[in-house]
């Protein structure tokens, strides 16, 4: 971030209590819109910003994800999420969201070493699932155990010291996938699968999940690629509602463990996590191909309270280019296995057909979106949908370590405490009981 010491913007405000102004500079960052730094708009007018939702504020520095919703760019660390979902591996992925480049082939293997060595769990924590109910959901279960696990690796709690935090960073996303693939295990009542070092990482994910002891399960590459994939263009993105939950409680200085719990429980929520199960549900509901048009003509019709899922974004004004790949990617699964006629997934492509075609929808920029394909592919890999926001943990965990890891390396860092505009009742005098009644 730049200060443009040349630029500034002047405010003047007239209220009940009079006049104030304030002239405050201008931040440039290397892509993207200038913001107007604000911090001493208090000390200059006695007053507030107000931003319900935080949707026109820049809440910190960041040089990891960029974001141009209008034209439809992603970039980690400058490259396009295009050429990493194509070329790269997530591992890779990875390294360069956690270090800031992409690794040479010595640094590659180092770090893949590493993680794998990572990937088992302490043996006490598959007691640790033994509290939790066979019918519990396996985000409850990831939330609880990840959480719990800075009861058994304390050495990498020392925020202050950059090799804990690196230590940490590096446990998270090699032992997330155990945890997640555990759940799974376990809800359906299915021995564990301990992780594999010689797989590489989806490959390893998804033995976890489908392999049974005895049954000699072999991973298709071509899926364990859609899994890369999914992971890759679910890594991050920018400042969302649970990496800004990750990094407020990073800011009190909280250990990992817990800071990525938090981050877990926000992206739980249905608005932020939800939207691929929530795309599934919709094509469900519609039920056939004969169904779609009059669906259509509901959602069209702003009092029905109907929406179309997997479609548009909020940042994203036009296209969202992670769904381009996956776009690509479910076609190749879908071939890969066979499910041509599968009727969700015709019905699927059917809807995608129309609302590309739709002039409605086409005007209104609602392309489908990563949610929509993404759900398609898990659920041609087998995977349910009590687990979908699981896998979207798994991804998110790299962002979430790498963001955490950046806030907490910023000199300029200090605990994030929101202001308010207060609308209660004034100042009053308390009444004792006998004269309230």
């Not at 709690?157 to 935090?165: G, I, K, M, Q, Y």
């Not at 200090?414 to 009444?431: A, M, W």
Request: aromatic letters at 10%.
């Amino acid at each position: 971030m730049e200060n443009n010491k040349n630029t500034s913007a002047s405010l003047h405000v007239e209220s009940a209590t009079g006049a104030a102004g304030a002239t405050l500079p201008v931040l440039d960052g290397s892509m993207g819109p200038s913001v107007i730094d604000v911090r001493t708009l208090s000390q200059q007018t006695g007053m507030f910003s107000f931003d319900p939702g935080f949707g026109g504020t820049a809440a910190c520095t960041s040089s990891i994800t960029f974001i141009d919703g209008d034209e439809g760019v992603l970039l980690h660390r400058g490259y396009p999420i295009e050429e990493l979902a194509l070329n790269a591996s997530f591992t890779e992925t990875a390294y360069l969201l956690l270090y800031g480049a992409l690794p040479t082939s010595a640094q590659y293997h180092d770090f893949c070493t590493d993680m794998y060595t990572h990937r088992m769990l302490n043996e006490q924590i598959r007691n640790f699932f033994n509290g939790f109910r066979r019918d519990a959901h396996p985000m409850a279960i990831l939330c609880g155990t990840v959480a719990a696990l800075s009861a058994f690796y304390n050495d990498g709690l020392d925020v202050s010291r950059a090799e804990a935090r690196d230590l940490s960073a590096r446990r998270l996303i090699a032992k997330i996938p155990t945890i997640a693939a555990w759940a799974y295990k376990y809800t359906i009542g299915e021995p564990f699968i301990y992780p594999d070092e010689a797989m590489p990482f989806s490959e390893n994910f998804l033995h976890m999940l489908f392999a049974r002891p005895g049954n000699h399960y072999k991973v298709n590459p071509v899926l364990a690629r859609a899994m890369d994939r999914i992971l890759i263009l679910h890594a991050d993105h920018e400042q969302n509602a649970s990496t800004t939950t990750v990094r407020l409680v990073g800011s009190t200085g909280a250990n990992p463990f817990a800071c990525i719990s938090a981050g877990i429980a926000a992206l739980w929520g249905p608005a932020h996590g939800g939207a691929n199960e929530a795309a599934l549900a919709m094509l469900e509901s519609i039920g056939t191909r004969e169904g779609i048009p009059a669906f259509m003509e509901k959602v069209k019709d702003r009092n029905s309270g109907i929406r179309l899922m997997g479609f548009g974004h909020r940042v994203y004004k036009n296209f969202d280019p992670r769904a381009k790949i996956l776009q690509a990617t479910c076609h190749e699964v879908i071939e890969e296995l066979g499910l041509d006629r599968d009727p969700l997934l015709d019905l699927a492509m059917e809807l995608e057909r129309i609302a590309t075609e739709d002039e409605y929808f086409v005007s209104r920029g609602l392309y489908p979106n990563v949610d929509f394909y993404s759900g398609l592919i898990l659920k041609a890999l087998g995977i349910p949908t009590s687990m979908f926001t699981v896998l979207f943990a798994v991804a998110r965990t790299v962002g979430w370590v790498s963001q955490w890891k950046e806030m907490s390396e910023d000199p300029a860092g200090r605990i994030n405490r929101p202001r308010q505009l207060y609308v209660g009742e004034k100042k009053r005098s308390f009444t004792p009981m006998k004269d309230r009644d």
